[in-house]
Every structure is written in C-alpha cells, then in structure tokens.
C-alpha cells in the first residue's frame, strides 16, 4: 500500500518517486497546492475504493497521516 | 466512456509529447473550482490526437472577464470557451433558499441572471470567435417546495427550466454559441454520485469525479465535430452483432432476432444503428459470411430494423477484415479514421486495433447484448454540430451512389452509361442560400481542387457582394437522386484578364464530365465580362495529383511556373475559340450565356 500512496502523490504532484517520503506534507511538497490536494484525495479514493470521512479529510496533511488513515480502512 | 484511474492519466499525460501535437486551446469561465477535471480532458483531447492547453478565469470572475474583457483568456483565435455558472453561486434564493424566497426575491433574481446572461455571451463573442459550450443550470435533486413544486409555477423546477429555456435562446442568438444540457449529465451519473458535499464544503468544488467524467464526454461531443474528428461510417459484423447466432448454421429462423427476449435486444441495437443512419451516418457490413446467407437475413426476416438499402457498401466475404474495411473507406471514399467497426469477437476487434489503429473499434460481446444500444448511443463519436438537410439525406445518397455503380458496370460503354444516367446540370452565380456549402466544399475538398484555397462564409459573402470577383456554383441531378451543389469556381476580375483564384469538384461528381461543361461555362462568362485573357493556377498538394494536367488537357498553355514546381501559371487564348461541351447531359441550365453562334 505505502508503494502505491508514494506512486500516486508522486503522479499527482509531478515530483519524482524519490522525493516522496512519509513526511512528505503540503509544507515541504512545493506543488502541492489546495487543488493538487483535492485531486490526491479524489485519486485515492479511487484507487482504494474508499470514501474518507469529514474529520479525516483534515487529517490528511502529510503521507504519513494518509497512510494511517487509509489503514484504518482498509483494516475495516 | 472508461477512463484510466486519475493519478494513471496524469503520469500518462506527463509521458506522452503532447506539446507536439496540434493545440486545441480551451478557456474555462466559471464561478466554482473545477481545476481537477483537466486530465480528463486533457485525456480526451490526446485520443483525438490534439494537446489539449485548458486556462482558467479566475475564480468568481465571471462577468469582470466576459464584459470587462481579459486578453489574455479570450483570444481572437481560440478553439473553445466554457462556461460555468453553478446557480447556488449566482443565487442562493433561486436555490437553497428557495422555500424562503418570496415572489418579489424570486423575480428580481431572475430578471438579474437573464440580463448576466445577455452582458456574458455578448462580451464572449465580441472578444473571440472559438465555439462557446455553455452549461446550463442543474435541477435540483430534490426541488424546493417537496412535491408541490412539480405542481406549479411558482415552484423551483419550473424557474429553473424557464432560465435554461432563456438561456438556449440567448445562446443560439450569437453564431457558434452551444448550450450543453447539465441534467443529461446528472441523469447519466444519477444525482447522489454526481455531487460531493465534501469538495463543496471544503473547496467551492461541487462535482465528483464521475461528475467530472461525464462533462468532459460531453464536451468532447462538440470538440470533436469542431475538429472533424466526429466519426462518419459504422462498419459493422453481422453474426452475434446485428443478430444473436450464426446466419451460416442457424439458419435464416434459427438466428436470435425477434420482439420478445432475448432476440429484442438485436432489435434495439439496430434501432440505435438506424437512428445514426438519420443522421447522416454512413452504414457498411464487414462481416465473414456467405454473402447470400446476409442479404437472405436483410430481405427476408420480418424482424430486421436495417434493411438492404440502408447499407451504403458491404464486404461480406472470408478475407481478413482489416483488408475489407480499407475497402470500405475506398468505396466511399471517407479516411479510415473516419470508422467505427463494431464486432462480437475479441479477436477480431483486436486484431482490427493492430493493423488499423486509425480505425475506432468497438468490441461489443454478445453476452452483454442487451446494453449494445445504449453503448452505441453513449460514444458521441458521431455528435455534429448542426443536422443539416444534407446530412440526413446522405444514406440515401449513398445508397444512389452504390446503384450507379452497377449501371456502370452493367453499361456496354461510358458514354452510354453517362447518357443513361439523365444527368441535369445546372450552373449559378452564388446566392446567400448556397455561401455556407460554397464555403463548405472549399475547405473540404483535397482531391479536384486546384488551387485549394480555403475560404470562410465572410471572405465568400464578401466576394459575392464586392464586384471584383463572380461565384459560379455547379449543382447536379440525375435519374437515382439529386447531387447537390457539387463544384465551384471563383474568378477575380482585374483590368481584361479573369484569373480562376478556386476550381474544385467535390468528389461525387466525378468522373461525369462536369468539369468540362464547367470550364467551358468560365471561357464564356470571362468573355462576355469582356476579358481578353483567362488566368488559372495549379498549386500541387499531396492530395490533387489528380487535377495536374487539367489546364492542359482544357487547352491552356503554361506561361510559369514557381522554383520549386509546385505552383504553376496557365493561359487560355480566345482565338483558339471555346470548346463545345460533352453531349452526353440531358439537360445543361446556366445562368451564362451562350455564345452567339
């Protein structure tokens, strides 16, 4: 999963791979931007066929965050 | 419509030398974020083959830019400007606060948008001449007055419809101005997965990704006519295509194909087949058949939708498809790239996908075929912009066409052939009725065109109206159907010579003749103009080889020619007098005059 949330912040954003950690955050991420945010929700969501609720879509600031989020539903 | 997942098309996109191909420039005036749908169209743009470059307005800024003008959004020569006025934003009172609106509030808001709406497409079109898609306001999902407001006028439901209605209006008012239906969107979708309250709340962005999905199909259904990249012909397969079962073994009765289930479904998928028939869709079998097995199946079955002369061309044998479709697109003279070939078999719809990628397959299973019809009309690969008189005539054209090819076949030689066709031609000064086909056949014909001049309705108007030039125009009947205007030909008057700036045919008219009834119509009328002397240009293109020798073959004489050979000069000499025509019309109509004999 962590491999997959790298590849698809790392397309969404147009940074390379390498560059994309789990602290990777709007704050160190130039591109990333509020609409680039919303895109990378939109994409998750597709991607792991799942619908994120209100509190965790302010959560999700950094890869980190998002990947426990993602965990928690998945695990459900 | 399936697109790749949205983090795929944006590495895709990324990857693939966009920047190479031809622009198609898109501007976006909007009062929401609709930021994330560029890949998608980005996505469809790279299917037709184009570098799709999307701008956005700035958020909310609506009106500033469409009156106030913004020059570096609306450009003159733009492909496309799109707007997006979502009604929440315009007026909380005509919608989430509808229930509460008083008559007054109502009134007034709607009164302000109509007036928005004149100010916006006005001040859209006097910036730019690209093709406006506006779209139009949503329903609401649930209307504001419950189930009362379907009852009444002063409900939600009916406000909205009355502003669209206004809004079609106002739209088709202005040249080149398209209204985009919303709720076929919404419908398509289905409502509750069309919004996503989240991106609202958060981001003023009020669409999902289906949503989003959905508008840029739609979009592109006037995208890709606005390009000539709307497809013409359907080729189809016969066996487990337009019927369940094998003609060959099923037997004529034994194949599925009847009112009741599950042969209905056939039905249903040819009754969307025969509806692009009506709009002026070209109809071909590319099927693996014994060809008397097929026509048994159009003649005789009392439940067949298409029949035989609805078909335009057929190739119905044992070779390989690829082979019969460039057949196909030969006979009727279209580019591959311009077929849709349906077929059941998987293998046969990719092994079409490698050896004619230009080709758009539509691989249609027979277990799913209840769904057919509705894929069929969900493509919008053959949306035009206009339905002309034309266009729905042309299957019958076609079909005219493919008897005239067996007369000819039939005839012991061309002349009597051409005789027994009964041809009337008639030959015109151009009026306001024919400038838009004019300035049609001038930006479509490759093949019998001499120069190869393009020309817009403005520039043909204003040689009709301006003196110094005559439009002549050739239309052509004969004993199976009417041709239409089929040639055309400018000539430009200066001091005592008349120079032929256009010489064209369209490609249906060839091969009778008319061309030489045409030339000699031009010595004519270039002499009763009082010219001493008449000029026509050669300008080679890869595709008017065809035409090199015509000057020549008409008793011209070359006088120059460019470095590079590709743009020769000819002269015609009135003392050699003028040629008769050929003898083989029944009739010849014209508005020159004959010569004194």
């Known amino acids: 999963m962590k491999d997959k949330v790298f590849q698809i912040v790392s397309r969404i954003m147009g940074v390379p791979m390498e560059q994309i950690s789990e602290h990777s955050s709007p704050d160190g991420v130039q591109e990333w931007d509020s609409l680039k945010h919303m895109s990378l929700l939109l994409s998750l969501e597709e991607e792991f066929d799942v619908r994120f609720e209100d509190d965790e879509l302010i959560e999700m600031m950094s890869v980190g965050k998002i990947l426990e989020v993602l965990q928690k539903h998945i695990v459900r | 419509m399936n697109f790749p997942p949205y983090s795929e098309i944006q590495a895709f996109l990324r990857a693939a030398r966009t920047e190479e191909l031809p622009g198609l420039t898109i501007s976006v005036l909007r009062n929401i974020v609709l930021e994330p749908m560029v890949p998608y169209l980005g996505y469809l743009a790279f299917q037709m083959g184009f570098n799709g470059q999307v701008r956005f307005g700035q958020y909310d800024n609506v009106y500033q830019e469409a009156v106030g003008g913004d020059g570096e959004l609306l450009t003159r020569d733009l492909d496309c400007v799109m707007v997006f006025l979502y009604l929440e934003q315009l007026s909380p009172k005509l919608t989430s606060q509808f229930a509460g609106s008083s008559e007054a509030d109502i009134r007034g808001d709607v009164e302000r948008i109509r007036s928005y709406i004149q100010d916006v497409v006005q001040g859209i079109r006097r910036q730019t001449d690209g093709l406006v898609i506006w779209h139009g306001f949503e329903m609401p999902l649930y209307p504001g007055l419950g189930v009362w407001d379907g009852q009444t006028e002063s409900g939600q439901s009916h406000v909205i419809d009355a502003l669209n209605e206004f809004l079609r209006d106002a739209l088709h008012a202005v040249p080149n101005c398209y209204y985009l239906d919303m709720n076929h969107c919404v419908a398509r979708v289905g409502g509750t997965h069309f919004y996503d309250a989240r991106h609202w709340y958060t981001a003023k962005a009020p669409y999902s990704r289906f949503a989003m999905q959905e508008m840029a199909c739609e979009e592109f259904k006037f995208l890709r006519p606005l390009k000539g990249k709307n497809k013409r012909c359907i080729a189809l397969d016969c066996d487990n295509t337009l019927w369940g079962g094998i003609v060959g073994e099923d037997g004529l009765l034994g194949i599925q194909l009847s009112k009741t289930y599950p042969g209905v479904s056939y039905r249903a998928f040819q009754q969307e087949i025969l509806n692009l028939y009506h709009r002026g869709v070209i109809l071909a079998l590319c099927s693996k058949n014994n060809e008397a097995d097929v026509w048994e199946v159009f003649e005789k079955h009392p439940d067949m939708v298409l029949r ?217 009328q270039a002499k009763s103009h009082g010219c001493c002397m008449v000029a026509g240009t050669y300008i080679k293109t890869n595709k008017s080889a065809q035409v090199e020798s015509f000057y020549l073959m008409h008793g011209f004489n070359e006088v120059s020619a460019s470095r590079d050979g590709n743009e020769r000069r000819f002269h015609y000499d009135f003392r050699c007098g003028i040629p008769a025509g050929p003898g083989h019309f029944k009739e010849i109509r014209s508005d020159v005059e004959e010569l004194p004999r």
């Open chain 2, 308 to 524: 035989k002369d609805h078909i335009a061309t057929a190739q119905i044998n044992w070779q390989d498809k690829a082979t019969n479709l460039r057949r196909i697109a030969g006979d009727l003279n279209i580019g591959l790239d311009s077929v849709v070939f349906i077929d059941d078999d998987e293998f046969e719809a990719d092994f079409v996908r490698q050896a004619l990628p230009e080709v758009h397959v539509m691989h249609l299973p027979r277990t799913r075929a209840a769904d057919n019809g509705t894929i069929l009309a969900a493509c919008g690969l053959f949306d035009t912009l206009v339905l002309s008189a034309e266009d729905r005539e042309r299957g019958a054209m076609y079909q005219a066409e493919a008897t005239r090819k067996k007369l000819k076949e039939q005839a012991a030689d061309l002349e009597s052939y051409l005789r027994s066709l009964e041809m009337v031609l008639e030959i015109r000064f151009a009026t306001s009725f024919t400038i838009p086909r004019i300035a049609q056949l001038t930006q479509k014909t490759n093949q019998f065109n001499l120069t190869t001049r393009r020309y817009n309705e403005t520039s043909i108007r204003a040689l009709v109206e301006g003196g110094a030039a005559e439009v002549l125009v050739v239309t052509l009947d004969d004993k199976l159907g009417d041709l239409g205007l089929v040639g055309v030909c400018i000539l430009r008057y200066e001091q005592e010579t008349a120079d032929i700036d256009t010489l064209l045919l369209s490609c249906r008219a060839l091969g009778r003749g008319v061309e030489d009834v045409l030339i000699r119509h031009i010595l004519m």
